[in-house]
Structures are given as structure tokens and as C-alpha cells.
């Protein structure tokens, strides 16, 4: 009991919780670039600085906003994803009348006691990424003001409230304005618009505010308020439905969907509000608790000047990891996967339409979400996928053939299964790898089949037929290594996710006790398929003829280590010399010019993590940090692309603990920058919960929480020969390292294992 006691104290983090603050202490500035909001009327004097680099973002998965943070005159620009121009685009073109683009929806405007700012003091605004509540507050003649704002997934509404600390200080009026032409009408304290667009999507938004101490009227495009405070109720919603057999609509007049959401969210409390809403969000963002140290006092857009000249802050890099979190459950929640912006749009025609590439983008997306905790946040990519098969499947035959088995996509797909510009064809077989991922960390049986099985197995047909046979070996025929180089048969990119479609199918049928001749066809194929090859300056081939001039060029596209990571083909400790010229390889690419992109950086922390080089994982979160990070911590491509934080997040789990390999691999690559630190509710597959603790760099203690009562395989950081585990109200054990290194145990469902030295 004493040994457990000491055991448990040295599990605990070594500080506090660290804030998760992001935190400005003056008001937005700069110019906006391309935004497409239509002010209307007298709101052409607000201010509209800056929408990508110095706005804030809130969302409920569904909704989302931008809030500035200008103290009397704040613009809050909100979005809801269905919110889509297009259509199931048969011409696979990528135009923007037919394939669509992702809209913004409007913006809410509020004006505050005659916004004089003469004599305002102590301002800050800030993003709570632990309550997923904005803050902006303000002082002016001995009044503290205070604006919060917040996206309720309960209460399916964005809440704004404007309060001070003496009474009837709260004067102004607040209006709602398309970004659609849209008409505003009022009716007492509510604003409404509604429109159609082109494709016939109707869509609806409702401002309502409630003033405590004072009325508030709606005339006109605004309404005005006076009082003691007010809290302004903002609900939008579209009749996207995301079904292809209801065409894509739910058949709902939203004007009704967002009264009904309005009613019941307007006539609770501020306080009621507000509780429902942090209980559910800190649900999501307190599984996972990363603690490297304490911030400076300084504000993030300082933090980030110094750390762009070299100064170290490791409490900024936490922040990222955290950012990526906290942009997942803002974005993605039940209804559409985060899209290339996850949601937050301020223009009619955003880059690349804010569409869904599936070359990268997309899957970076979410290649956070099992490790990082946040497993239901996956859900809306399993469900955007399905519901795209059908239109996917019609262009799939449409190019290939009456007789095709399975379905692939374009590299740019829309809501409405509407697949567009070039062909991408390993891009199912990749979102496939995401179905199997989701079982292998939960070990969700009813998932698998139902769900996952049914794709692999469509995916994996789909490549039977495709296969062409070359000097006795399987090739992908007229590839493409994305987006870089000649179409040709065999890429190593295609090579190796089809290896990974036909290994995790193979694996989910023995799970499943599928059998047949197909599952033995695929076998056969699997081992037949051209693997990865070593060139003459020892890199992983790209192509299957050597093109140093390409594979040197520093290409932005890292698609020929695939197997390296997502995948797992080639794995540091199962195949070393291929490991060896990943490495060669990935150095190859540097970290210049095009190189330097939202998502190259996480992508190759991920890479240089699972090779176990944490110097090198350490200097790609500070790249991305220097060269692509703006200063609300968003990832710029250029422009603003999320595809940067939400990969990032996902690259920073790989260096705290790996699971792709048949074990679990604990803090295998810590930053150099991180010194002492801990992790708390990291998952790993085969449904284990993993926490850590290190000083100086090296390990002290870890932690396993078994879900399902599997055995653990476990390798500890420095391979230490032998480590006492000690199961909590249990026994402690004395284990030595197996052959290659690994602590093996069994566990029992619900039960934690304390690890140490
Ligand atoms: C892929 C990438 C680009 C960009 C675009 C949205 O095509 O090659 O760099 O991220 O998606």
C-alpha cells in the first residue's frame, strides 16, 4: 500500500491544470482580405478587421462564430456548415456554379452606449479553449463590461451576453445581416432572416435579445436594448439533410427549425444557458490534460512575435495541441465533418470552396480525434462518407465502367455526393483506413460490422478489379503521387494505402469470422502488391523510377511515406532499413518553399515521431508555429486552412504515445523543448487510456486504464529492462522487458496500471 501510494503521487501532474487561454489585450487590427460579408445600412461604420489572423472562433459543431472582440462596436460573423451552393456536379468539373461552395452565413452587429471610446481602459479579449467561452471585457468611467460568447451544442445556439458591474449601464442595439441579400424583418425583440439559394437550399437565421432591468425593441434592421444586461440568442439552421435518399434535404422550413430553437433557448437563463454549455464542452476538452509548463503573462500575439524570433514557450506549443482539440468539438458534432475551414467562413467563394480534398486535408482533419479523446467527433466523417457513396459510386462507374465494383472520389467532394477536378484514386480506400482506426481504439464490434466492414469490403473490391499485373507483382495503375509528378502504374503513395485497405479488411474479417473467396483473392493480391522500394541514395522510392529532381524539390506532398504514417507498413522497430530511408527521404523534402504549408508541419512531426526523433518532431511544431501559424493561433496555408491545427494536435499525440505498431509506445519522441511535463487521457488502441509523466526529458512514471480488458504490450521510452506495475486496489508486479523490448501484461476492463522504473 505504501509503494502505491508513492507510486500514484509520482502519476500526478506536476502542476495545476495549465490555462488554456488565448488571450489578445487590444482589440482587432488590420485590414480583412476578401471577405464577403454585405454590411447593411448604418453597420458600414463597423469595423471588419482581420477575419482569419485576429477573430476567435466558437462553434457548436453546427454553428459557429467569429468574434472580434471590439468593445462597442463588435462584429460577430457566424456560420452554419450545410450552408452550401451546388449539386451532385455530373460533369466532375470543379466549378464553382455547379460544384458549389461552402457560404458564409452573416454577420451579428452590436452597438454599445453610443460607442464612444474615449477614456476605456484594461481591455482584453480572450478564448477559453477549456470552456470554449469568449470573453472580452473593458472599463470605462469605473464600469467594468463584460461580453461573452459561446456556441451551445445543447442549446443549439450561439449566446451572446453584455453585462456590467453597476446597474442600467447597458445601452445599445444589435442587427442581423445576410451575407445573401437576405431581408431582415423585426418583430418585438427579434430579428429574422431567410432566403433561397440557387440550388433551392433554404436557409433561416433568428436574433432574439432579452434585456434584464430595461426593454428591447426590434424595429427596422436593429434591435435596440437598455438595462442591466442582455443576452442575444442567435440560431440558424439550412434543410440540408445529410441523406442522399431525402436528395439532401429534411423537408423542414428552417424559419420554423430556428423560431423553435430560439423559443427554448430565449426563455432560459443567461446562467442556465451558460451552465448546460460549459458541462458539455469541458466534457469534451477535459478528457486530456497536457501540462509542460506555466504560460507567461504576456498576450498570444506578443507570445507568438517572440517565439517567431526564437524565444522558447513551451506553454504555446501546448496551446496548439489544445487549439486542435478544441477546433475538432467546435467543428465537428453530429452533423458535416469539418471541412477545409473546419467551419468558420467569412466569403461566398472561399479558397478551394472550403470544400473536402481527399488527398490529405480531410484526413488530417480528423487523424486527431481517436488519440486525442474525442472519438464522437469522428462521427460526422463516417457519416459524410456514407452519404457520399452514392454520388461517388455514379462517377466511380460513370469513368470506370458499368461492371465496377466499389466507389472512389475526385480530390474535391461537396455535400451533395458532388465529386470534382482530378481523379483521386486511392481517396476512399484512405477515409477507409479512418473506419478501421474508429474499431481499433474502441473495439466497437457493432461499428465494425455494420459500419467499417461494409466499406473496406466495397473499397477492397473496387481495387481487385483494378490491379494490373506487372513482372509477377501487383501495381495501381496510372497513379498519381499527389498532387507531384507524372501519372504512371505503381506509385508508392497508392502502393502502400492499398496494402493498408487490403491488411485492416483482411484483419476486420477475422475479427468479424468473415469468409470468401473474395476475402482470399484480396489476400493472395495483398502479398502480391509491389511494396516499398529502397533507391540509390537510400530514400523510399516515390515512383519506380528514380526522379531525384522531384523527390529533392522539397515538395509540400510527403504521399510516398504513407506507410509510415498513417499507415503502419513501415514501422521502426518491424522494418528498420525501410524506417532508415523514410528517414533519408523525409529529410530530403527540407523545410522551405512549398514545404512550408498549414499541413505539412503536423504531417511530419507525426513522420519524424513514429521514426523516433523527437529533435526533429520538436523543430516541425516550431516551423509550423514561425511560418504558418497567424496570430489566433489559426494555420495559414496561405490562406487560413485548418487542415494545420487540427494535424498538429494529431503529430503531437504520436510523440507522446504511439499505438500503430501492435503495442503502445510511451512518450516515444517528447519534444526536446518540453523538459518536464505530463499527459493525462490519451488513447491508444485496443482501447487503453494512457497518461505519463517526465523531468529533464526522461520518463518517471505511466499509466494504462484498460477499456476492454485486452493484454497490453507496452514499451516504455529509454527500453528499460524491467518495470514494476502496480494495479490500482491490486497486486504489484516485477516484469522484465520481452526480446524486443516490450512489458507484456493482461489486463482486466475498467482497471489502472501504474508503471514505473
Ligand atoms: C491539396 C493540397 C494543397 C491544399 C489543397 C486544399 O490539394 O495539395 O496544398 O492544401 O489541398
Same mark, same amino acid.
Given at each position: 500500500?505504501?509503494?502505491?501510494?508513492?507510486?500514484?503521487?509520482?502519476?500526478?501532474?506536476?502542476?495545476?491544470?495549465? /490555462?488554456?487561454?488565448?488571450?489578445?489585450?487590444?482589440?482587432?487590427?488590420?485590414?480583412?482580405k476578401?471577405?464577403?460579408?454585405?454590411?447593411?445600412?448604418?453597420?458600414?461604420t463597423?469595423? #471588419?478587421?482581420?477575419?482569419?489572423?485576429?477573430?476567435?472562433?466558437?462553434?457548436?459543431?453546427?454553428?459557429?462564430?467569429?468574434?472580434?472582440?471590439?468593445?462597442?462596436?463588435?462584429?460577430?460573423?457566424f456560420?452554419?456548415?450545410?450552408?452550401?451552393? =451546388?449539386g451532385?456536379?455530373?460533369?466532375?468539373?470543379?466549378?464553382?456554379?455547379?460544384?458549389?461552395?461552402?457560404?458564409?452565413?452573416?454577420?451579428?452587429l452590436? @452597438?454599445?452606449?453610443?460607442?464612444?471610446?474615449?477614456?476605456?481602459?484594461?481591455?482584453?479579449?480572450?478564448?477559453?479553449?477549456?470552456?470554449?467561452?469568449?470573453?472580452?471585457?473593458?472599463?470605462?468611467?469605473?464600469?467594468?463590461?463584460?461580453?461573452e460568447?459561446?456556441?451551445?451544442k445543447?442549446?443549439?445556439?450561439?449566446?451572446?451576453?453584455?453585462?456590467?458591474?453597476?446597474?442600467?449601464?447597458?445601452?445599445?442595439?444589435?442587427?442581423?445581416?445576410?451575407?445573401?441579400? @437576405?431581408?431582415?424583418?423585426?418583430?418585438?425583440?427579434?430579428?429574422?432572416?431567410?432566403?433561397?439559394?440557387?440550388?433551392?437550399?433554404?436557409?433561416a437565421?433568428?436574433?432574439?435579445?432579452?434585456? @434584464?432591468?430595461?426593454p428591447?425593441?426590434? #424595429?427596422?434592421?436593429?434591435?435596440?436594448?437598455?438595462?442591466? $444586461?442582455?443576452?442575444?440568442?442567435?440560431?440558424?439552421?439550412?434543410?440540408?439533410?445529410?441523406?442522399p435518399?431525402?436528395?439532401?434535404? #429534411?423537408?423542414?422550413?428552417?424559419?420554423?427549425?430556428?423560431?423553435?430553437?430560439?423559443?427554448?433557448?430565449?426563455?432560459?437563463?443567461?446562467?442556465?444557458l451558460?451552465?448546460?454549455?460549459? $458541462?458539455?464542452?469541458?466534457?469534451?476538452?477535459?478528457?486530456?490534460?497536457?501540462?509542460?509548463?506555466?504560460?507567461?503573462?504576456?498576450?498570444?500575439n506578443?507570445?507568438?512575435?517572440?517565439?517567431?524570433?526564437g $524565444?522558447?514557450?513551451?506553454?504555446?506549443?501546448?496551446?496548439m495541441?489544445q487549439?486542435?482539440?478544441?477546433?475538432?468539438?467546435?467543428? /465537428?458534432?453530429g452533423?458535416?465533418?469539418?471541412?477545409?475551414?473546419?467551419?468558420?467562413?467569412?466569403?461566398?467563394?472561399p479558397?478551394?470552396?472550403?470544400?473536402?480534398?481527399?488527398?490529405?486535408n480531410?484526413?488530417?482533419?480528423?487523424?486527431?480525434?481517436?488519440?486525442?479523446?474525442?472519438?464522437?467527433?469522428?462521427?460526422?466523417?463516417?457519416?459524410?462518407?456514407?452519404a457520399?457513396?452514392?454520388?461517388? *459510386?455514379? &462517377?466511380?462507374?460513370?469513368?470506370?465502367?458499368?461492371?465496377? *465494383? =466499389?466507389?472512389?472520389?475526385?480530390?474535391?467532394?461537396?455535400?451533395?455526393?458532388?465529386?470534382?477536378?482530378?481523379?483521386?484514386?486511392?481517396? #476512399?480506400?484512405?477515409?477507409?483506413?479512418?473506419?478501421?482506426?474508429?474499431?481499433?481504439?474502441?473495439?466497437?464490434? +457493432?461499428?465494425?460490422?455494420?459500419?467499417?466492414?461494409?466499406?473496406?469490403?466495397?473499397?477492397?473490391?473496387?481495387?481487385?478489379?483494378?490491379?494490373?499485373?506487372?513482372?509477377?507483382?501487383?501495381?495501381?495503375?496510372?497513379?498519381?503521387?499527389?498532387?507531384?509528378?507524372?501519372?504512371?502504374?505503381?506509385?508508392?503513395?497508392?502502393?502502400q494505402?492499398?496494402?493498408?485497405?487490403?491488411?485492416?479488411t483482411?484483419?476486420?474479417?477475422?475479427i468479424?469470422r468473415?469468409?470468401?473467396?473474395?476475402?482470399?483473392?484480396?489476400?493472395? %493480391?495483398?502479398?502480391?502488391?509491389?511494396g516499398?522500394?529502397?533507391?540509390?541514395?537510400?530514400?523510399?522510392?516515390?515512383?519506380?523510377?528514380?526522379?531525384?529532381?522531384?523527390?529533392?524539390?522539397?515538395?509540400?506532398?510527403? /504521399?510516398?511515406?504513407?506507410?509510415l504514417?498513417?499507415?503502419?507498413?513501415?514501422?521502426?522497430?518491424?522494418?528498420?532499413?525501410? &524506417?532508415?530511408?523514410?528517414?533519408?527521404?523525409?529529410?530530403? *523534402?527540407?523545410?522551405?518553399?512549398?514545404?512550408?504549408? /498549414?499541413?505539412?508541419w503536423?504531417?511530419?512531426?507525426?513522420?519524424?515521431?513514429?521514426?523516433?526523433?523527437?529533435?526533429k518532431?520538436?523543430?516541425?511544431?516550431?516551423g509550423?508555429?514561425?511560418?504558418?501559424?497567424?496570430?489566433?493561433?489559426?494555420?495559414?496555408?496561405?490562406?487560413?486552412?485548418?487542415?494545420?491545427?487540427?494535424?498538429?494536435?494529431?503529430?503531437?499525440?504520436?510523440?507522446?504515445?504511439?499505438?500503430?505498431?501492435?503495442?503502445?509506445?510511451?512518450?516515444?519522441?517528447?519534444?526536446?523543448?518540453?523538459?518536464?511535463?505530463?499527459?493525462?487521457?490519451?488513447?491508444?488502441?485496443?482501447?487503453f487510456?494512457?497518461?505519463?509523466?517526465?523531468?529533464?526529458?526522461?520518463?518517471?512514471?505511466? %499509466?494504462?486504464?484498460?477499456?476492454?480488458?485486452?493484454?497490453?504490450?507496452?514499451?516504455?521510452?529509454?527500453?528499460?529492462s524491467?518495470?514494476?506495475?502496480?494495479?490500482?486496489?491490486?497486486t504489484?508486479?516485477k516484469?522484465n522487458?520481452?526480446?524486443?523490448?516490450?512489458?507484456?501484461?493482461?489486463?482486466?476492463?475498467?482497471?489502472?496500471?501504474?508503471?514505473? +522504473?
Amino acid at each position: 500500500m505504501k509503494h502505491l501510494a508513492k507510486v500514484l503521487l509520482l502519476s500526478l501532474p506536476l502542476h495545476a491544470s495549465p /490555462s488554456l487561454e488565448i488571450r489578445f489585450d487590444a482589440p482587432p487590427t488590420g485590414k480583412d482580405k476578401g471577405s464577403s460579408t454585405n454590411f447593411m445600412g448604418d453597420a458600414a461604420t463597423f469595423p #471588419s478587421s482581420n477575419w482569419e489572423s485576429q477573430a476567435q472562433p466558437v462553434g457548436n459543431g453546427r454553428i459557429g462564430a467569429m468574434v472580434f472582440g471590439n468593445p462597442l462596436r463588435e462584429r460577430i460573423q457566424f456560420n452554419e456548415n450545410s450552408l452550401w451552393t =451546388g449539386g451532385a456536379n455530373p460533369s466532375g468539373g470543379y466549378d464553382v456554379n455547379e460544384f458549389g461552395s461552402y457560404q458564409n452565413f452573416g454577420d451579428v452587429l452590436i @452597438e454599445l452606449n453610443g460607442a464612444e471610446t474615449d477614456g476605456l481602459t484594461d481591455f482584453s479579449r480572450k478564448l477559453d479553449l477549456a470552456t470554449g467561452i469568449h470573453t472580452t471585457t473593458w472599463k470605462k468611467d469605473s464600469v467594468t463590461y463584460t461580453r461573452e460568447v459561446f456556441a451551445s451544442k445543447p442549446d443549439e445556439a450561439i449566446v451572446i451576453r453584455l453585462s456590467a458591474d453597476q446597474p442600467a449601464k447597458i445601452t445599445g442595439k444589435a442587427s442581423l445581416a445576410g451575407a445573401h441579400k @437576405e431581408t431582415t424583418v423585426a418583430s418585438e425583440n427579434t430579428l429574422r432572416i431567410s432566403g433561397s439559394l440557387a440550388n433551392g437550399l433554404r436557409h433561416a437565421a433568428q436574433l432574439t435579445a432579452v434585456s @434584464e432591468g430595461g426593454p428591447a425593441t426590434a #424595429s427596422n434592421d436593429w434591435i435596440s436594448f437598455s438595462g442591466n $444586461a442582455v443576452t442575444l440568442v442567435l440560431t440558424a439552421a439550412t434543410d440540408y439533410a445529410l441523406d442522399p435518399n431525402k436528395g439532401f434535404r #429534411s423537408g423542414k422550413d428552417p424559419a420554423v427549425t430556428v423560431a423553435d430553437q430560439s423559443q427554448k433557448a430565449a426563455t432560459q437563463s443567461y446562467d442556465k444557458l451558460r451552465t448546460s454549455h460549459v $458541462a458539455d464542452f469541458t466534457g469534451l476538452m477535459g478528457r486530456v490534460t497536457l501540462d509542460v509548463g506555466n504560460p507567461s503573462d504576456k498576450p498570444i500575439n506578443q507570445r507568438l512575435e517572440e517565439y517567431k524570433k526564437g $524565444a522558447a514557450d513551451p506553454h504555446l506549443e501546448m496551446l496548439m495541441f489544445q487549439y486542435g482539440r478544441y477546433l475538432l468539438a467546435s467543428s /465537428s458534432r453530429g452533423f458535416l465533418p469539418a471541412n477545409l475551414q473546419g467551419l468558420w467562413n467569412d466569403s461566398n467563394k472561399p479558397a478551394w470552396y472550403a470544400d473536402y480534398h481527399t488527398n490529405i486535408n480531410i484526413q488530417m482533419n480528423y487523424w486527431l480525434a481517436e488519440p486525442s479523446n474525442l472519438a464522437e467527433c469522428a462521427r460526422p466523417l463516417f457519416d459524410w462518407t456514407v452519404a457520399m457513396i452514392p454520388g461517388s *459510386r455514379e &462517377a466511380t462507374v460513370k469513368e470506370f465502367g458499368e461492371k465496377t *465494383r =466499389g466507389w472512389t472520389m475526385r480530390t474535391s467532394v461537396n455535400i451533395y455526393g458532388g465529386n470534382g477536378w482530378k481523379w483521386n484514386l486511392p481517396a #476512399s480506400a484512405w477515409l477507409a483506413r479512418h473506419f478501421w482506426d474508429h474499431y481499433a481504439f474502441t473495439g466497437d464490434e +457493432k461499428f465494425l460490422r455494420d459500419q467499417a466492414w461494409p466499406v473496406l469490403y466495397e473499397i477492397s473490391q473496387f481495387w481487385l478489379d483494378h490491379l494490373i499485373e506487372k513482372d509477377g507483382k501487383l501495381l495501381v495503375p496510372q497513379g498519381w503521387s499527389p498532387e507531384h509528378g507524372p501519372r504512371e502504374d505503381g506509385v508508392a503513395h497508392d502502393q502502400q494505402i492499398v496494402w493498408d485497405l487490403f491488411t485492416n479488411t483482411l484483419d476486420a474479417a477475422s475479427i468479424l469470422r468473415e469468409k470468401s473467396a473474395t476475402l482470399g483473392a484480396i489476400e493472395v %493480391a495483398r502479398n502480391k502488391l509491389l511494396g516499398p522500394k529502397i533507391g540509390s541514395w537510400g530514400q523510399i522510392m516515390e515512383w519506380t523510377t528514380e526522379r531525384p529532381e522531384l523527390e529533392k524539390s522539397g515538395h509540400r506532398h510527403t /504521399s510516398h511515406l504513407y506507410a509510415l504514417h498513417p499507415g503502419n507498413q513501415i514501422t521502426l522497430h518491424g522494418t528498420p532499413d525501410l &524506417a532508415k530511408a523514410a528517414a533519408i527521404s523525409l529529410e530530403s *523534402r527540407g523545410t522551405s518553399g512549398d514545404s512550408r504549408r /498549414s499541413w505539412t508541419w503536423p504531417w511530419r512531426t507525426a513522420m519524424w515521431a513514429r521514426l523516433g526523433r523527437p529533435d526533429k518532431a520538436g523543430e516541425m511544431i516550431r516551423g509550423l508555429l514561425v511560418h504558418n501559424t497567424l496570430p489566433n493561433l489559426f494555420t495559414t496555408h496561405p490562406p487560413f486552412q485548418i487542415d494545420g491545427n487540427l494535424g498538429i494536435t494529431a503529430g503531437v499525440c504520436e510523440t507522446l504515445v504511439q499505438s500503430h505498431a501492435g503495442e503502445i509506445s510511451i512518450l516515444p519522441a517528447v519534444f526536446p523543448q518540453w523538459k518536464d511535463g505530463s499527459v493525462k487521457g490519451l488513447l491508444a488502441r485496443g482501447g487503453f487510456e494512457v497518461s505519463a509523466t517526465w523531468k529533464d526529458g526522461a520518463i518517471q512514471s505511466a %499509466a494504462l486504464t484498460s477499456k476492454l480488458g485486452k493484454p497490453a504490450v507496452v514499451r516504455l521510452q529509454g527500453n528499460p529492462s524491467s518495470v514494476t506495475v502496480s494495479e490500482t486496489g491490486g497486486t504489484t508486479t516485477k516484469l522484465n522487458a520481452a526480446e524486443d523490448g516490450t512489458f507484456r501484461f493482461d489486463t482486466k476492463k475498467g482497471t489502472t496500471y501504474q508503471l514505473t +522504473k
